[in-house]
């Protein structure tokens, strides 16, 4: 455990011996297993041990990164000098301010598990077997594809600052893809399951599930051009969510490329649509009290009532900007969202469908806008046509098409109910009168 | 290194796995970006490591690792055996190879300038002059400016317990340019990419007026077009649409282990015409410094130009050595891997439409009222379905035969199997240059493509109004 953090230290003090003016190391060990699914079949099962160094150095703000795999005195001298001659190199950046500075608070629970680190992949094995015979048990002839895995690491971040955290953390989840054909008809869909902890998965179902799922897609139908109601369900909902959480990077508005510049503080979308971001929540898949750069993460409104109310900032943006760090960076100078929470409804998502005349019910993607213009133009590879309140056939070849806010203004529902994956909430929005493209 | 991947299959041969092969890596890169008048990010990184994969009674394993001493690569191996091993229970389609001659050989790549031993700030200095130029062309429009420059060097030994010990040093070098221009509350961006398998002398290569300043003025000029028409519409393709429709569309699904798990839509239509008579498909890791050639893929096998459909017929797939064996064919040099840290899987290398006989104006003659799709961005396919997205980064209208007002960026959506039959008329004139990298399987791989100006009889454009 000592070994990652004396290491990220001893570079952190040689960057600074060579010239770096700021310097943040993060150093890590990783462990992954993953049982592969093909064709109704394991495919493969593998294991990748990983370690590396990273190393960011500043001089007058500009800022050389290096990244190496090797993780020893040696390579952590020799990288850190090299980092601190590439920060020399780079040109100066007046923009930034300041790395972190330390802020003691207690760790989120229930990052990591030990029971997830030491399964063995025996257990992966079993539970990707059993994941076929629940795919197998709902259509004899699905072909199965995806796999189960475990992710566990331990990293440890230093800087010149002050900085110096430790952390553990796992992961183990699985996805499925099921595809089904009845003749020259195909349909098909996906799930997944992740957690941080063993009682937060249920892996062994996820075949079944897909493949209960996939069996609705067949008999797709085109449906027409024509302007209709969308009704997002969890998974349609949560990308658009993220779409609007990055878009809400203070990097990419700060760079006037994003299509939220200058909308800070105004109606960007319906009142029905509050998102929280909250990094605080425990077990979350997103969680961790710190950010990658060991800055201490608030809790951001990011859309209030519709109002576009705060964007997510890391170090240099924060300091750019002249406002407090809401703890958003990660180790390599970006901007993440962490855990979304948007404010429920009152409707269910049941409810919401039976109140749609005419509709597309997207079950996953759809919506992705230009990040700089804001104009969507996208396909729906899974949805249903919604008419007189009851889906009634899948559809193909369907797209939809319009402006960002010019579609978001019209949610007019968020449901009370919802998927939630750890620290994540997933419920069904509906938004009227969108423009969908089919034939005719 | 060569000895000890010898060595790692020797082992292997010593725990009873039927086939095993080890992939030894090292590689390191430096990327440097600008971004409005500053090169004030640069950084450099080195990667080593193995991947060793074993087939024991049917069943693979896989193990890699980052440390290169002897005694952890024997370790990686048992625990691929291990793996393998456990897995057995549940494989209903056991792993196979097929049977060929081992490969021996070398693979060197012909630069002028090793990016190595070009400093930071000559990299920097020529990057910013794209950047200035841009600026200087096209005026006060534009409002970020993104110049993002990478390089990278990579060693690795393949080796294999049929005998291939195959040795590859690739050098690839990319610049790419990425311009916002913003008028009113109007905000339109453009970006231009040029990569290939070279050393630096590629940046010496490139006119700005051809990278930098077109990705200005285009941004710049997208400021005045307008949303696209919603509806079905006869389009013609630019030559990178066409190479979205090449790769996305029909390349996946020509990957054999999609066919082999019967996700495809081209399973069971091998010989079968499956396109207009006027498509010839190709994919070819043969190309001089294409971004997405090789000369042996990473199970050691030699590329070869592989015929996908001609004149219509589809002819052929791509092929690992496992997706060989098990429809009884050779391998032809398609298993790829993203790093020693990833298994091989099947993958596309340079894939394009070959050119036809019509000028381009011919092309767009009979259509009354249709658009055409310029500047290729993206796309993706669901193979089960053949159902497809393509992104237009910019467009015309065609009124009466002829292109009329500018448009914005737009995705269109098709089926392969109805796209590829509704061709009707192919040009002359021939371009492959969207190189950038493919995923699939959770990995990413360089690859290019490209075609001629292709006219569809109808596609489904994502528009913003009804017609």
């Known amino acids: 455990m000592a070994k990652l953090l004396e290491m990220a230290s001893l570079a952190c003090e040689v960057a600074k011996s060579e010239g770096a003016e700021w310097v943040q190391v993060t150093a890590s060990e990783s462990l992954d297993i993953f049982v592969e699914l093909a064709k109704s079949s394991l495919k493969a099962a593998s294991a990748a041990a990983g370690q590396g160094l990273s190393i960011r150095a500043f001089v007058k703000g500009g800022l050389g990164s290096v990244s190496t795999e090797a993780l020893n005195e040696r390579a952590c001298r020799k990288a850190a000098k090299e980092a601190a001659q590439m920060a020399s190199a780079a040109e100066p950046d007046p923009d930034f301010v300041a790395l972190p500075s330390p802020e003691d608070a207690e760790e989120v629970e229930g990052l990591f598990d030990d029971r997830i680190a030491g399964l063995p992949s025996e257990k992966l094995v079993e539970v990707a077997g059993r994941n076929i015979e629940g795919a197998e048990s709902v259509f004899g002839e699905v072909i199965l594809s995806g796999g189960v895995g475990l992710h566990s690491a331990h990293s440890a971040l230093a800087n010149s600052a002050g900085v110096r955290r430790e952390r553990k953390s796992t992961f183990l989840g699985a996805s499925t893809f099921a595809v089904v054909k009845q003749g020259s008809d195909v349909g098909s869909f996906y799930d997944f399951d992740y957690g941080r902890r063993l009682e937060d998965v249920a892996l062994e179902e996820l075949g079944a599930k897909a493949t209960r799922q996939a069996l609705t897609f067949l008999g797709a139908r085109h449906p027409q051009t024509r302007r209709m109601a969308l009704v997002l369900g969890p998974l349609a909902s949560f990308g658009l969510l993220r779409t609007l959480a990055y878009s809400a990077s203070a990097e990419g508005i700060q760079r006037k490329r994003s299509f939220l510049t200058d909308m800070r503080g105004k109606q960007i979308v319906s009142e029905h649509l509050t998102i929280i971001d909250d990094g605080f929540i425990p077990r979350g898949l997103y969680s961790g009290t710190y950010d990658g750069e060991g800055a201490l993460r608030r809790r951001v409104k990011i859309i209030d009532k519709g109002v576009f109310a705060d964007l997510l900032h890391n170090s240099y943006t924060a300091g750019k900007a002249g406002e407090p760090n809401n703890g958003h960076g990660t180790s390599g100078g970006g901007i993440s969202a962490t855990n979304l929470r948007p404010e429920l409804g009152k409707m269910s998502a049941e409810d919401i469908i039976k109140d749609t005349e005419e509709g597309l019910y997207i079950n996953m993607g759809g919506l992705g806008p230009n990040p700089a213009s804001g104009d969507v133009s996208a396909s729906v590879d899974f949805g249903f046509k919604i008419e007189n309140g009851r889906l009634v056939f899948p559809v193909i070849n369907a797209m939809v098409g319009g402006h960002i806010f010019e579609i978001l203004k019209k949610i007019d529902a968020v449901s009370s109910d919802y998927r939630e994956e750890p620290g994540n909430i997933m419920p069904t929005i509906r938004i009227q009168d969108v423009q969908v493209v089919g034939k005719g | ?467």
């Open chain 2, 1 to 467: 290194m060569k000895e000890l991947a010898q060595v790692l299959c020797d082992e292997a041969r010593k725990r009873s796995c039927s086939f095993a092969d080890v992939r030894l890596q090292e590689s390191e890169g430096t990327s440097i970006l600008v971004q409005d008048g500053r090169a004030d990010k640069v950084s450099a990184s080195k990667r080593h490591g193995a991947g060793l994969r074993v087939l024991v009674d049917g069943a693979w394993g896989f193990a890699t690792t980052n440390r290169l001493e002897k005694r952890t690569l024997l370790a990686a191996l048992e625990q691929a055996v291990s793996l393998a091993r456990g897995s057995k229970e549940y494989v209903a389609d056991p792993g196979a190879v097929a049977q060929v001659p081992p490969t021996c050989g070398e693979e060197h790549t012909s630069i002028k300038k090793d990016p190595r031993r070009v400093s930071i700030r000559e990299k920097a200095a020529k990057i910013r002059q794209f950047e200035e130029s841009a600026l200087k062309a096209a005026g006060q429009k534009i409002v970020n400016s993104v110049l993002s420059y990478g390089d990278s060097v990579v060693q690795e030994i393949i080796a294999n317990t049929s005998g291939t010990l195959v040795e590859r040093h690739t050098v690839r070098t990319s610049v790419s340019a990425t311009m916002t221009a913003l008028e009113g509350e109007l905000r339109q961006t453009d970006h231009e990419r040029k990569a290939q398998i070279s050393g630096f002398e590629l940046l010496e290569e490139i006119s700005p007026e051809e990278f930098s300043i077109r990705a200005a003025h285009k941004a710049t000029q997208l400021l005045s077009a307008k949303p696209a028409p919603a509806g079905s519409f006869p389009v013609v393709f630019h030559p990178s649409i066409t190479g979205l429709l090449v790769h996305e569309a029909l390349g996946h699904n020509a990957e054999a282990d999609h066919v082999w798990t019967g996700e495809s839509i081209l399973e069971g239509k091998l010989g079968e015409k499956i396109a207009s008579a006027l498509v010839t498909i190709v994919d070819d890791p043969t190309i001089s410094n294409s971004y997405g050639s090789y000369k042996y893929d990473s199970e050691g096998t030699p590329s070869q130009r592989c015929i996908l459909i001609e004149k219509g017929v589809l002819k052929g797939f791509l092929h690992s050595l496992e997706t060989a064996s098990k429809f009884g064919t050779s391998p032809n040099g398609s298993a790829r891997a993203q790093n020693y840290a990833y298994c091989p899987v099947v993958r596309m290398s340079n894939t394009f439409m070959e050119p036809g006989p019509a000028a381009f104006e011919e092309i767009v003659k009979p259509i009354e009222r249709g658009i055409f799709l310029d500047h290729g961005q993206w796309g993706y396919v669901f193979v089960e379905r053949g159902q497809y997205t393509c992104h237009a980064g910019s467009g015309r209208m065609i009124e009466h035969g002829r292109l009329g007002e500018p448009l914005r960026d737009v995705s269109v959506a098709g089926l392969t199997l109805e796209t590829l039959k509704d061709i009707e008329a192919i040009s002359s004139d021939f371009e492959m240059d969207m190189p950038g990298h493919c995923g699939k399987a959770g990995q990413g791989v360089p690859v290019n493509t490209g075609g001629p100006y292709v006219r569809v009889k109808s596609l489904i454009v994502g528009g913003q109004s009804g017609d």
